[in-house]
């Protein structure tokens, strides 16, 4: 009995932990630091999708923020920090 109780309890545990990570899908909260300008911005879903709307704008194809080279991601905040 003792290792069923036990066993239950593991499985409340596990489940309380991943629950957060399922509640908030595939986005990721990440803080990326923006050198050029100094300060932090919050890569959420919003963020995400203003980074779409620069990707459009200026007629780039879609790549991971974090794939792009320090040039491109300079470029990016300059246009963010205007728009």
Request: proline fraction near 1%; charged fraction near 35%.
């Amino acid at each position: 009995m003792r290792r069923i109780s036990h066993l239950l309890g593991t499985i409340f545990l596990g489940a309380a932990l991943i629950t957060p990570v399922i509640a908030t899908g595939c986005s990721e909260r990440v803080t990326v630091y923006d050198r050029w300008h100094g300060d932090r911005h919050h890569w959420d879903d919003r963020e995400e999708v203003v980074y779409r709307g620069y990707l459009t704008e200026n007629h780039r194809d879609y790549r991971e923020y974090k794939r792009l080279s320090r040039d491109e991601q300079k470029q990016y905040w300059d246009w963010r920090h205007k728009h």
